[in-house]
């Protein structure tokens, strides 16, 4: 259940900084459990690096109908336009920490699971991930 799994995260996550589940349904996709919670990991510190101290991050868990979705919100300072198209290659990093294989894996995560991940950001109001993973039948 994606919904369990982004609670857990943001439970262990949320003692570093301040992180918010605005939605949460149960959500039932298929794929490997543990991965998807790598991936979520991965996803909240990414948001929670690029964000204030004083803000927060969100993760929303629903489903449309059609699909599992889960969508990560930050209000940090967004991703350049030039720097946008190149985040999921892996080593490519924008952090003075880390080996830039994060978000890459988080890709190679969701397409395993014939799921697909967007990202929308404005420079200096923050970024979204929207990660859609095919339900359970």
């Known amino acids: 259940d994606l919904a369990v799994a982004a609670r857990r995260t943001v439970e262990q996550l949320s003692q570093f900084h301040p992180v918010a589940v605005l939605r949460s349904e149960p959500v039932a996709v298929e794929g490997n459990p543990e991965a998807f919670d790598q991936a979520l990991v991965h996803l909240v510190q990414n948001a929670i690096d690029a964000s204030d101290t004083n803000s927060s991050v969100m993760v929303e868990v629903y489903s449309d109908g059609m699909s599992g979705k889960v969508t990560v919100i930050d209000n940090g300072h967004g991703i350049e336009q030039e720097r946008l198209e190149r985040i999921f290659e892996p080593k490519f990093t924008t ?3 880390g080996l830039g294989l994060g978000l890459a894996m988080v890709r190679a995560i969701v397409q395993a699971a014939k799921g697909s991940i967007s990202v ?9 991930f ?8």
């Open 95 to 97: 952090k003075t920490h």
């Open 120 to 128: 929308a950001s404005s420079h200096g109001k923050g970024t979204t």
């Open 130 to 137: 929207t990660v859609r993973l095919p339900l359970r039948p």
